[in-house]
């Protein structure tokens, strides 16, 4: 189908769109050029003002009908050099062999305040590696990762970012029939790990190396002047994976589907499907519907990380020397996750001073036990722990234990070690670290049955809420529901692979 040309009646806005498009660069081998594929009379769902500043756009041309069918993949922006890129993947511990963006069209990367940044539309419609697919996403899915990925922002969480949603009332079959939606979502790179084993394991080695020098040199340039620059970009994504894990377990988030597809080779969260927040604190929870064996649960995140980045290693083995030097390469995980959680964890209970004078580990696995053995809200918890030095104390937080004994020996301790630390300063740290607000799977929900009546006010209010997570926001009325409890309801939402 031939697509209609933008409307150039603001050229001021069309000229500042500086693209540069190196992964298109890299050659044919790594993507496929992609024809977009209209959807019906688009419109608008949401429009990320925040994200766009920072891209440096025009706010009025990403509110007209021009931007509004480029982003749903109806108008091609000129310079712009779409795309679905291809790779392979381990898909609940088997080897899927080639995938690829079977819904996702690369725009290209755009020159932006912030450096080059991707652009890409996720449900803009089939690509040579759809497999079975329609290449489309739902209302539903796409409103979940466009505030999930904004809400991980939010919190300080490397991520992929949603630009803005657009819809259309076209019918796309799931479970049931449903109407489709386009993410856009930014990453200064989505190269997967993925991308890495397609080439190991098709034994396209030069391709391989072509790939790794890429990123490397984009992206991990301190590693070009290693005695092994190959096993220095194997542990340095390491260390940026293992930093991620840390800051996943300690906000309680669980992802769901943590295949080698979806490990960014960067260290952000990305792609958003089966995921969810915490509500009470269980330890195995298991988010996704879809996974029987509980491969993805919760507290086995961080060491599926290091599996996935184990293939990663795998996969490179190709370019380094001996096998001693990536397994040395992936042990820095095994050092720094751990460090990086405690870090995290001691921030939440307020410990400011030197790590190396008090161990802490103790106090840290007491209070996780302590949560798990009540299955205690995991982040109404925390919050209410911030106001430990107020006139209110530690009763809030008392009283979400049935067993007050066991939470009386256990903020006898916590009290103890309090006492140590300049008070100000660790409310202040406590405030800034434990989020009154993330996106809860009924406030998700909620937001969607609006949105299927085309009433996108939820969706909105969610993305001024979670994108400054750590506030209190008194100034919007329901603010204390957003940071309640969940109701009865929540516990019977089910989410899968196709969420």
């Known amino acids: 189908m031939t697509l209609p040309a933008i409307d150039q009646s603001n050229p001021t806005a069309l000229a500042a769109l500086r693209w ?3 992964f298109a660069s890299l050659g044919p081998t790594f993507g496929t050029a992609q024809d977009l594929h209209p959807l019906k009379e688009p419109y608008w769902i949401s429009r990320n003002a925040a994200l766009a500043r920072e891209l440096g756009l025009d706010q009025s041309w990403l509110a007209s009908v021009e931007a509004l069918q480029a982003f749903t993949g109806n108008q091609t922006l000129p310079g712009s050099q779409p795309l679905a890129s291809v790779y392979s993947g381990h898909q609940f511990g ?7 963006d079977g819904r996702a069209t690369l725009l290209g990367e755009l020159q932006t305040p912030q450096g080059g940044v991707e652009l890409q539309l996720k449900g803009a419609g089939l690509t040579p590696y759809s497999r079975m697919g329609d290449g489309r996403a739902v209302l539903r899915s796409s409103i979940r990762e466009y505030l999930c990925s904004e809400a991980m922002h939010g919190l300080g969480i490397p991520t992929t970012r949603a630009l803005c949603l657009s819809g259309s009332d076209d019918k ?3 479970e049931d029939i449903e109407t489709a939606a386009v993410v856009t979502r930014s990453a200064p790179s989505f190269i997967r790990f993925g991308h890495f084993e397609h080439f190991s394991h098709t034994n396209q080695h030069a391709h391989l190396k072509t790939l790794a020098d890429f990123v490397i040199e984009h992206f991990y340039p301190a590693c070009r002047d290693a005695a092994q620059p190959y096993a220095a970009f194997l542990q340095a994504v390491s260390e940026r994976t293992a930093e991620l894990m840390a800051a996943w377990q300690a906000v309680g988030f669980c992802h769901g589907v943590m295949n080698t597809d979806n490990m960014s080779i960067l260290g952000l969260t990305i792609d958003y499907g089966p995921f969810q927040f915490l509500d009470g604190f269980k330890p195995d929870h298991i988010c996704n519907h879809s996974d029987s064996q509980g491969r993805y649960a919760y507290n ?6 290091y599996w996935n980045l184990f293939c990663l290693g795998q996969a490179l083995l190709p370019l380094i020397p001996q096998q001693e030097n990536a397994l040395a390469a992936l042990e820095s995980y095994k050092t720094v ?5 405690q870090k ?3 921030a939440k209970l307020g410990l400011l001073d030197d790590a190396t004078q008090n161990d802490d580990k103790p106090l840290i696995e007491s209070t996780l036990k302590l949560l798990a053995a009540h299955q205690v809200d995991h982040t109404i918890f925390w919050r209410r722990l911030c106001r430990f030095d107020s006139s209110e104390g530690l009763t809030p937080v008392r009283d979400l234990f049935v067993d007050r004994a066991a939470f009386d020996a256990w903020a006898s301790a916590y009290a103890a070690r309090r006492q ?6 660790s409310t202040r740290l406590m405030f800034s670290t434990n989020p009154k607000f993330v996106l809860r799977n009924h406030l998700g929900e909620q937001a969607i049955r609006a949105a299927k009546v085309r009433d996108y006010a939820e969706v909105n209010k969610l993305l001024t809420v979670l994108q400054s997570p ?3 926001h008194e100034d919007m009325a329901d603010h204390a529901a957003l940071a309640g409890f969940p109701p009865d309801w929540a516990s019977g939402i089910e989410i899968s692979c196709s969420s």
Do not use: H, K, T, Y
């Open 300 to 305: 086995r995140q961080p060491n599926i990380a």
């Open 470 to 472: 750590f506030e209190e």
């Open 344 to 346: 995290r964890m001691r």
């Open 20 to 22: 540069n498009n190196r």
């Open 337 to 341: 996750f751990p460090e990086a959680l």
């Open 420 to 425: 140590q630390q300049d008070s100000a300063a």
């Open 172 to 174: 796309v079959l799931r």
């Open 94 to 100: 088997q080897w899927a062999g080639q995938l690829g």
